[in-house]
């Protein structure tokens, strides 16, 4: 299945060379936004958002009205006919029928994928469950390029919920191929990175370890990306509750800390980093989430400007085989044709959606 339109669903879509773009775009807007006022007259951009957002939402509103443009959309599922049982599919549709590109974020991995399918404009992942979060990355990857003025030779400590924290599994995908990166993931052995990104970091050459506590990591770290226990993701409230509060970056940790390591966290935080933090001046989370306006500011002009057309489908398409994840979109909903890539091994498949494996 082909589409003429420039969807960005998982940044590994594209070359490193395209992101840099996107970022350098993003840095020259920050220097001069007025020049880019008016870039998107007339456009009018959609945001689906079927899971709370304030930042990533807010941030892609406010950057098309920064660039001109107009938006529409919900952000709560149940005003809108999804409360009906309306599919992806029709609410896609028809939404990308009246603008010109959607940004939607969803609770269930792949569905932004999903919507991609039918959409008649570019679609955006602004997240899809515990899965990816691109135009995130892409704020981190702005954030590094201003702060370290770099996005190579760092040693990145990922911290908290690293197997729900989309974030992370996205950054890491990213960072991983930028030269000498290196990655320490702090977490509870329940909350471990998922192996399918440590076999793409392995694949990328680059370098991580695994530990349980912020203190044997810190002080080697040059970035600090501290993550919340995403407790909607969890299957129980005494599982979350049982990671709830391992992880909070305080003053005294921070002083085993190099003295230009940043922190960064893709908010809304909870108790993971204290307040008295926030003064600290290697806290970056604030300014991160300000560059987030800048970095999307640039993925629309570039979106609704380059022409691409592609395959929204590239592996084989089973009628017998289903996704191993409960939380895939292909469980959900039942008219997705089952997509699976093969890894080298015939018999190793990975969902196109949601990238679980499966042996067949
Ligand atoms: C994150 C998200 O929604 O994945 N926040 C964000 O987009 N800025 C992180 C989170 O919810 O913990």
Redesign the pocket.
């Known amino acids: 299945m082909i589409s003429k339109y420039h969807h960005l669903i998982d940044l590994n879509d594209y070359p490193v060379s395209w992101w840099k773009k996107v970022v350098s775009l993003g840095e020259e807007i920050k220097q001069n936004p007025a020049k880019f006022a008016h870039e998107c007259d007339g456009k009018i951009m959609a945001t689906l958002f079927y899971e709370p ?1 304030t ?2 939402q807010m941030s892609f509103q406010t950057a098309m009205l920064r660039l001109g443009g107009r938006i529409i959309g919900f952000d709560n599922p149940a005003n809108s006919s999804v409360a009906k049982g309306e599919t992806i599919k029709d609410t896609t549709k028809i939404v990308s029928s009246y603008a010109d590109v959607l940004v939607i974020r969803h609770p269930i991995a792949g569905a932004a994928k999903a919507a991609s399918l039918s959409a008649d404009c570019p679609v955006i992942n602004a ?1 899809d469950g515990g899965h990816l ?1 691109p135009t ?1 990355t892409l704020t981190d990857l702005l954030t590094l390029k201003i702060e370290k003025k770099t996005l190579s030779g760092l040693t990145v400590g990922m911290c908290g919920d690293l197997i729900n ?3 992370v599994h996205s950054l890491c995908k990213a960072l991983s191929s930028f030269p000498d990166n290196k990655f320490i993931f702090i977490s509870t052995p329940e909350l471990r990175m998922p192996v399918y990104i440590k076999d793409i970091i392995k694949a990328h050459g680059s370098e991580f370890r695994e530990v349980d506590t912020l203190e044997e990591a810190i002080g080697e770290l040059d970035v600090l990306y501290m ?2 226990i ?1 407790q909607e993701r969890f299957a129980s409230r005494e599982e979350y509750l049982a990671q709830k509060d391992t992880y909070v970056l305080d003053r005294q940790k921070m002083l085993g800390a190099k003295k230009d390591m940043i922190v960064m966290h ?3 935080r909870v108790d993971e980093i204290t307040v008295e933090v926030d003064d600290d001046s290697r806290a970056m989370y604030f300014d991160q ?1 300000k560059y987030g306006v800048y970095v999307r500011m640039a993925l629309i002009l570039t979106i609704l400007e380059e022409e691409k057309s592609s395959e929204t489908l590239v592996g084989k398409v089973y009628s017998n085989v289903r996704c191993d994840n409960p939380k895939c979109i292909t469980n959900h909903e039942e008219y997705l044709p089952k997509s699976f890539r093969s890894c080298g091994d015939e018999t190793l498949l990975v969902c196109e959606y949601c990238d679980e494996r499966k042996l067949i």
Do not use: E, I, N, V
């Open positions: 957002s930042r990533t997240g979060h995130q924290g989309r974030t993550t919340r995403q893709p908010l809304p989430a």
